[in-house]
């Protein structure tokens, strides 16, 4: 009962921060699954590259 920090929560919803910042994923304009998986998996790629090259 009442407000309970979840374990983990705050990872998914910092993942989601930074997906939210790419504007094709803002909204659901992927019409099919696999689209949409694409997107997130290209989305994440690019990402994980940005903070590759800084180091």
């Known amino acids: ?8 929560r705050w990872i998914v919803e910092r993942t989601f921060g930074w997906l939210s ?6 909204k659901d304009y992927e019409t099919t699954i696999e689209s949409s998986t694409a997107m ?5 790629t690019r990402l994980m590259l940005k903070r590759a090259a800084r180091f």
């Open 21 to 26: 910042k790419y504007r094709r994923m803002s």
């Open 40 to 44: 997130i998996h290209i989305a994440m």
């Open 1 to 8: 009962r009442g407000f309970k920090v979840l374990p983990k």
